[in-house]
């Protein structure tokens, strides 16, 4: 979307919709949306990841959680891992399996937020010294204990291993709430993702609409992008049969479930804790150079010279168009 | 001119046409753009709206540790490729060339990788070659656990990981490779087959003195083929290892790709398309000079 809004390629959508209709989308719809103080697109539904873990196995492990709402420091998560492994049980499900870059990004940034790093300068232009900090390098490395200590899989090749009895705990997003749901029941129990620091950060984002510079009828693009995100005749029906989070507050009336966990945490973190991914035109090439990262960490790659080699391939990127 | 010459270059031409058209249409049209894109900034959200660079594009890829390392993996991967891809076909075509019923059959079966979909091969091998996590181990450790070699994270370990595609792309491609080298040696003259029989030569004397020689031009073909498949690899480490670890599997094609689709850099993307370019045409052109030698 930065990178349309940096071609010039969209409208800006604030004409369309009053402030009033604007307060009622979840915060990160807009955020994601906002370039310089404008938005430029909006979506129907939002995402989140989450830490799924099984009560059973937490119980015979010894295994005990913070209170509702709260997540667990990086240390307390390790010393999770390490009883459940101690029962000959894998820890934690981290699908590094999945083939879309996207995830490792999406799923693993808080972690580095929580460890006070940053993907990007705030200006979006620069990532040398700011991918490889030495907090990144810090936050990269507890990271990569988890596979060190052997308490996730580097190279998984069951998609679902918490839902066939196989992991404790699984790291995973909004769309395995349902299947988690039918095959745990009351087994099933949800934290938010560990931290690195003090505060807990959460992912979001999902699909969004603009409209095009070149369209020839925006305000009637405008009228469509206004009924697709209208909680009952746009939101409702979509969610339904996307499993999708709604992103708008008065489209919660309309789902039953969002008053208790897991659904409840999915509300609670993109209200309170979660944190869109970085809006620069250079977003492509920054999300798959930092997945090929994290993949090589994960197999025990050196951290620093790592995130150092990917700091070069993306700046080099930036630099030819700046 | 008479009218009949005249009327049968206009058929001439009628016959051409399409050809030419197509040849035209996408061939010739799309790489002279890729040419022209290749001097230029363009950007492919807005092709049009771009401006010469001159040899910027090629400066900057030329002197990309990036690229060097791209080009160094294709090298390597076609060095490792290209000689046990041809022997291993040209020794399997020495056995299965028989005209009997159940060498027919296995000529088929060593056929049926070529026709198999590239990325349902990767992801099988991807689960053959699957390292050991917890209770979960690929068949391929299990295999060379029996030859007393410790497991391996083959897709995963550095040094590994462009051998094990090499030899799983030898496996795939093999076939082709093989079904030329016998219709090759179908065209060996039976005359000097049993001419050399009487004079008492061998059959590995028969193979390096009679066959090799007939068969220079099927060899040569069959090499310069195998070099410019091996050159154009993408599918199977994109699937496999998606470039990595450490960058190790990225060839020529997935940085075209990535200059193109990922960082949306149309003109650069062209810049390494046209050195690609050049590097396949020389292959071709050394093909060609090597084999005319032996018609004249």
Known sequence: ?322 | MTTTIRHSRRVAWAFLAPALILLGVFVAWPLLRAAIWSFTNADLLAPNDSHWTGVSNYADVLTDPQFRRAFGNTALFALMVVPVQSAVAFVLALWVNRPEHPWRWLRAVFFVPVVVSMPVLAVLWTMLYQPVQGSENGLINVAVRWLGIPPQAWLSDPPLALPAIAFMSVWQGLGLQMMVFVAGLQGVPRVLLEASRIDGANAFQRVVHVVIPAMRNTIIFVITVTTILAARLFVQPYLMTRGGPGNRTRSLIQLIYENTFVSQDLGRACAIAMLFLGLVAALTLLQRRWSTEERT
């Open chain 1, 1 to 322: 979307m930065a990178r349309l809004v940096d071609a010039k390629l969209l409208y800006p959508l604030n004409a369309w919709f009053t402030s009033a209709e604007l307060e009622d989308f979840l915060p990160t719809v807009l955020e994601q949306g906002t370039i310089d103080g404008r938005l430029y697109a909006l979506g129907a539904f939002e995402s989140a990841v989450v830490l799924y873990f099984n009560r059973d196995v937490f119980n015979a492990a010894g295994v005990t959680t913070p209170a509702t709402g709260q997540s667990w420091s990086w240390p307390e998560f390790l010393s999770a891992c390490a009883k459940v492994r101690h029962q000959g049980i894998e820890p934690v499900a981290l699908h590094m399996n999945e083939s879309a870059d996207e995830w490792f990004t999406y799923a693993f940034s808080p972690l580095v937020w929580s460890g006070e790093g940053r993907l990007i300068s705030t200006d979006g232009k620069r990532v040398s010294g700011v991918l490889a900090s030495p907090e990144n390098v810090r936050t990269l490395t507890a990271w990569q204990q988890l596979f060190r200590l052997e308490f996730a899989a580097t190279d998984p090749v069951d998609p679902d291993p918490f839902g066939h009895g196989r992991s404790a705990m699984d790291w995973s997003g909004h769309w395995m709430a349902r299947p988690h749901v039918t095959d745990l029941g009351d087994k099933l129990g949800v934290l938010p993702l560990p931290r690195m620091g003090d505060k807990s950060f959460a992912p979001c984002g999902s699909w969004c609409w603009g409209i095009a510079r070149q369209s020839k009828h925006p305000e009637l693009a405008a009228l469509w992008l206004q009924w697709v995100t209208d909680s009952e005749h746009g939101i409702v029906p979509i969610v339904r049969a996307n499993g999708a989070i709604p992103a708008r507050r008065s489209a919660f009336a309309f789902f039953a479930e969002y008053a208790h966990a897991p659904y409840a945490l999915f509300r609670d973190q993109l209200e309170r804790s979660a944190r869109p991914r970085p809006r620069t035109p250079y977003y492509a090439t920054l999300t798959q150079r930092f997945a090929a990262a994290l993949r090589d960490i994960a197999r025990g790659a050196d951290v620093e010279r790592r995130l150092q080699e990917a700091e070069r391939e993306i700046q080099r990127v930036i630099d030819r168009r700046n």
